[in-house]
């Protein structure tokens, strides 16, 4: 079982927020289901965006629009507390198979559990920010949002994550991977397919020597490494050699130094394909780089045993075998937690037509809510733990000066 410090003005705390959601929680299902109705891609989350703040604001929340330059990212704040402690809400969906990652269940667990820590950030001596976060499925939004200052003063940051059933519930020791995203254009010299072929360059061959070398580099990476990519031009006509050809790809591992060894192999793949073809090459990033994920093991504790009163199986044994997310970079100078919402009967993997239709049934709203219950418990073990207190505070001044200097 989990330690915590509970104290018993934090047991009624917790009764309280767990009595908050219940209050908000025909509201914050009606937005979830809104959001999942109405999917939009990264940056263009306008009434997304508006929807999440609005309900933020009727909670005595004050909003400020647009935080890091980002037109659809926001900043609902409540109270004046040392200790700032900020919820991250995600709401972008994904193109063709919409809310298949669950962003919707994101939203509404940070902002039930938002709404029930309100009325007690006093209490718990907390700044409380709920940042509206666009483009995390492509695009970086937190990481430009953390260059641009939105997360400054910031102690701890909290979100969640839906997945497939046989995920554990406990965050201890999980990880996400980083990943990189580039964008390769392959140069050739166009000319007639039939009446001169032999004066054309074809960079659509570029491309395919290209496929065909990270094909056979897959079976000599590590098992945990993984490489993507589509074509996205390819040519204009039949009758016309292909003068240009596009490929985006990304690469991912568990590590930075993995990840920058395994991208330079891959670029190599690019570089001996126009070699061998006579195109010209360029390859350029085409998004931020998002690091991999730490959890904080003092947060992870919190969050466990919360999960274990409410009768969840927080054994380790069910990991994630992939994927990235920005909060990585979040991790990397705050201290952060990003458990994982194993929901129960989901048989089907995110990014799927199938999870999509998962993220709006009963029993993921149900885990929503709860986990809006387990992340208020967490800030109010937090806030209430005087050494791990203490931390969070001056990791944010340190942060702070260091940024400032």
């Known amino acids: 079982m989990s330690q915590t410090t509970t104290t018993p003005s934090g047991d009624r705390l917790k009764q309280d927020t767990s009595a908050g959601v219940a209050r908000w929680e025909e509201r914050v299902l009606a937005m979830s289901r809104a959001l999942h109705a ?5 940056f263009q989350e306008t009434e997304s965006a508006a929807a999440v703040s609005a309900l933020l604001a009727e909670g005595g929340f004050t909003v400020e629009h647009g935080s890091g330059g980002l037109p659809t990212a926001f900043t609902a704040t409540v109270g004046s507390g040392e200790l700032i402690v900020a919820l991250c809400v995600e709401y972008d969906a994904l193109p063709d198979v919409g809310h298949a990652c669950g ?16 009325p007690h950030v006093d209490e718990l001596g907390i700044t409380l920010k709920a940042i509206g976060t666009p483009a995390e499925e492509h695009g970086g939004g937190k990481t430009l949002m953390l260059e641009a200052g939105a997360f400054d003063g910031v102690g701890l940051a909290l979100m969640v994550h839906p997945v497939q059933d046989g995920v554990s519930y406990n965050p201890a020791g999980t990880t996400a991977q980083a990943v990189g995203r580039y964008r390769a254009v392959f140069t050739g010299t166009a000319a007639h397919a039939a009446a001169a072929p032999h004066q054309g360059v074809n960079a659509a061959d570029g491309a395919t020597i290209a496929q065909v070398a ?38 991912r591992a568990f590590t930075l130094p993995e990840y920058e060894a395994l991208l330079a ?19 350029e990033e085409t998004e931020p780089l998002y690091e991999p ?16 009163t409410f009768g969840r199986d927080t054994t380790t044994s069910g990991r994630l075998g992939g994927g990235s997310t920005d909060m990585g970079n979040i991790s990397q100078v705050i201290p952060s937690l990003h458990p994982w919402l194993s929901i129960p009967g989901a048989e089907v993997p995110i990014h799927s037509h199938g999870f999509a239709a998962v993220a709006d049934s009963a029993a993921a709203y ?4 709860e986990a809006g219950r387990a992340l208020a418990w967490t800030v109010v073990d937090a806030a209430g733990d005087p050494e791990q207190r203490a ?3 001056a990791a944010a001044y340190h942060r702070d000066i260091r940024r400032a200097g």
């Open 38 to 42: 109405r999917p939009e891609l990264s």
């Open 103 to 118: 962003h919707n269940l994101i939203a509404g667990a940070s902002v039930a559990a938002a709404l029930a820590l309100a």
């Open 214 to 251: 990270i094909g056979l580099l897959r079976q000599q990476i590590p098992g945990d490494h993984r490489v993507a990519l589509f074509v996205s031009e390819g040519g204009v006509a039949t009758n016309i050699i292909p003068e240009r050809a596009v490929v985006d790809f990304e690469c």
């Open 265 to 283: 192999r891959v670029r190599r793949c690019f570089e001996g394909a126009a070699l061998a073809s006579g195109t010209e090459v360029t390859i």
């Open 293 to 308: 994920l730490v959890q904080d093991d003092a947060l992870a504790g919190y969050w466990t045993a919360a999960m274990e």
């Open 366 to 369: 149900e885990l929503m809510l």
């Open 391 to 393: 931390r969070f505070v």
